[in-house]
């Protein structure tokens, strides 16, 4: 069955640094997203992309994040200097459809801590 | 602004014991809902949904969820649990019609800790 892979599955970092969070979405699917959970927090929405360009994206998505799908497989999200709050389980997820009732399959995450 | 608020961070119930996992949202809009469920070390997976139709919807594994528009509610039950049931359960909403937005407004999560 195919499912959204992500890497790696977990990630350490110094603050100011920079990351890349690396996503392989089914491979049929259009519609590509970023969530992250903060530990003990809600699961919440950072941007969504189609057609190579950005469609949605919350205010937690500001210029430090850029997300990218470089060879048209892999989605990445990097944020650019780290902070300490950025630590937090980032999740991918993808969509076939472009209807907003469409599934979203997620993947596995990946663990963000940030020292 | 959507909103959806779980009451329950934490539900422990024996085996074969029945369970509901609330979930209630805050919309000005007609929305969609969502249950998504996520075992240890994996991602959510989508266990059942409601877009329009029987405000009553069904899972394979057993989980129903009935939509109650009046108290904006959409709770989770399942009749009789099994320890394999022991996962985090998340009530996620969206906006339904054509709003263009696809984003999801999750729930803080509700864990299920099935005891035998």
């Known amino acids: 069955e195919p499912e959204v892979t992500q890497t790696p599955s977990h990630q350490v970092t110094q603050m100011g640094q920079e990351v890349i969070l690396r996503c392989v979405p089914i491979s049929n699917h259009l519609y590509f997203y970023w969530y992250r959970q903060i530990l003990g927090q809600k699961v919440e929405f950072l941007v969504s992309?189609?057609?190579?360009?950005?469609?949605?994206k919350s205010e937690i998505f500001d210029d430090q994040f850029s997300v990218e799908r470089p060879d048209g497989s892999n989605f990445t999200l990097k944020i650019r200097s780290t902070k300490l709050e950025d630590s937090a389980m980032y999740f991918c997820?993808?969509?076939?459809?472009?209807?907003?009732?469409?599934?979203?399959?997620f993947g596995p995450g990946t663990r963000l801590t940030v020292l | 602004a959507q909103s959806v608020t779980q009451l329950d961070s934490q539900v422990p119930v024996f085996e074969e014991a029945p369970v509901e996992l609330r979930c209630n949202y805050s919309?000005?809009?007609?929305?969609?809902l969502f249950w998504y469920v996520q075992y240890p070390n994996q991602g959510l997976q989508l266990l059942l949904k409601y877009l329009s139709g029987s405000t009553l919807v069904e899972s394979i594994n057993g989980f129903e969820a009935e939509f109650n528009k009046s108290q904006t509610s959409f709770h989770l039950r399942k009749p009789s649990v099994h320890i394999s049931d022991t996962a985090e359960y998340f009530c996620a909403v969206i906006a339904s019609g054509d709003t263009g937005r696809r984003a999801l407004t999750f729930g803080s999560g509700t864990r299920l800790q099935v005891q035998p």
């Open positions: 919309s000005s809009v007609s929305v969609y």
């Open positions: 997820a993808s969509s076939w459809l472009v209807r907003s009732y469409n599934e979203q399959f």
């Open positions: 992309f189609y057609n190579n360009e950005i469609s949605e």
